[in-house]
């Protein structure tokens, strides 16, 4: 089992910046890819930050150039900086992680929510 604790989500103006951070544990072989995703009331959820075990990221064009996704392989875990925010940007944001386990088996694991409020 994968346990994800998600970290970093509040308030903040629009033009500014918070950072998302998720820690995964528990008994797997390695962590493939890591990423974050968003769900605004009313709207399915939505990618926005993927980064593999090599560390290839990808972001849709509505965060591209504003948010920047990485990756600790040592200590587990994923962080999704955001800045120039708006209020579009506001959602719960959930951490997603791809683990191998010892069974050779690939599983999808999601942290709880973390809530990102962003004003006018």
């Known amino acids: 089992q994968v346990q994800l604790v998600e970290s970093g989500g509040g308030y903040v103006q629009a033009g500014g910046s918070l950072t998302l951070s998720c820690a995964a544990s528990g008994s797997f072989v390695s962590i493939n890819a890591m990423g974050w995703y968003r769900q605004a009331p009313g709207k399915p959820r939505e990618l926005v930050a993927f980064i593999t075990s090599g560390g290839s990221t990808n972001y849709p064009d509505s965060v591209k150039g504003r948010f920047t996704i990485s990756r600790d392989n040592a200590k587990n875990t994923v962080h999704l900086q955001m800045n120039s925010l708006k209020p579009e940007d506001t959602a719960v944001y959930y951490c997603?992680?791809?683990?191998?386990?010892?069974?050779?088996?690939?599983?999808?694991?999601w942290g709880q929510g973390t809530q990102v409020t962003v004003s006018s």
């Open positions: 997603n992680v791809e683990v191998l386990s010892w069974s050779h088996r690939e599983y999808d694991y």
